[in-house]
């Protein structure tokens, strides 16, 4: 069974900081991508940033220069450092991750998401 865990949500007031941590286990041959998404009241999920392996992280431009996501592929686990937070950062943050299994295709998978509120 192959879980991605996130923790690190949570509660904070405009201009501060957080981090997000997401960290993929089960029999995993390997991860070509990771990324955070995220999902408020009535609105779309979007993208917030993402990075392949080998490649340049890609961000949202809303999140451009506050967030900043890394990935270490040998414990395939994902953080995003969320700088001079904003109120309509307000939303539930999902991590994404591409992998497979060996001998398995690419598939997608999803955490179950954590709670980001940035107060007034």
């Known amino acids: 069974q192959i879980q991605l865990v996130e923790s690190g949500g949570g509660l904070v007031q405009t201009g501060g900081s957080l981090r997000l941590s997401c960290a993929a286990s089960g029999s995993i041959f390997s991860v070509n991508m990771m990324g955070w998404f995220r999902q408020s009241p009535g609105k779309q999920r979007e993208l917030v940033a993402m990075?392949?392996?080998?490649?340049?992280?890609e961000y949202a431009d809303s999140v451009k220069g506050r967030f900043t996501i890394s990935m270490i592929n040998h414990n395939n686990t994902v953080t995003l450092q969320m700088n001079n937070l904003k109120p309509e950062d307000t939303a539930v943050y999902f991590c994404?991750?591409?992998?497979?299994?060996?001998?398995?295709?690419?598939?997608?998978?999803w955490g179950q998401g954590t709670q980001v509120t940035v107060s007034a």
């Open positions: 994404n991750a591409n992998l497979r299994q060996e001998s398995g295709p690419w598939q997608p998978v």
């Open positions: 990075v392949w392996t080998g490649m340049s992280p």
